[in-house]
Nanobody, 123 residues
Framework: QVQLVESGGGLVQAGGSLRLSCAAS????????MGWFRQAPGKEREFVAA???????YYADSVKGRFTISRDIAKITVFLQMNSLKAEDTAVYYC????WGPGTTSQHEYDYWGQGTQVTVSS
């Protein structure tokens, strides 16, 4: 069982930045494709970004050029750097893990999920 813990959410003004972190308890992310998803009030959860176990990155069109997904060299933590934030980025952000996954935008392919961290962007 992999337990994921997100951190770094908060309140920020439009145009500002936040960096989300995701760590797994008791293990590294070596061999895992990691994804970030978000769910805004009244909306379905949607894909934001992913980094495959081969370090290939994927982004939703809505965040491309503004968000960057990465992992540290030790593959203990996955980050989502969010710049130029907009009010429409307000959501609960979830980290997810897919063992040896090919790098997919489909949430159904991810086996493990964190509890989420709230990001609120004020306009």
């Amino acid at each position: 069982q992999v337990q994921l813990v997100e951190s770094g959410g908060g309140l920020v003004q439009a145009g500002g930045s936040l960096r989300l972190s995701c760590a797994a308890s008791g293990r590294t992310f070596d061999g895992y494709t990691m994804g970030w998803f978000r769910q805004a009030p009244g909306k379905e959860r949607e894909f934001v970004a992913a980094i495959s176990w081969r370090d290939i990155t994927y982004y939703a069109d809505s965040v491309k050029g503004r968000f960057t997904i990465s992992r540290d060299i030790a593959k203990i933590t996955v980050f989502l750097q969010m710049n130029s934030l907009k009010a429409e980025d307000t959501a609960v952000y979830y980290c997810a893990a897919d063992p040896w996954g090919p790098g997919t935008t489909s949430q159904h392919e991810y086996d493990y999920w964190g509890q989420g961290t709230q990001v609120t962007v004020s306009s």
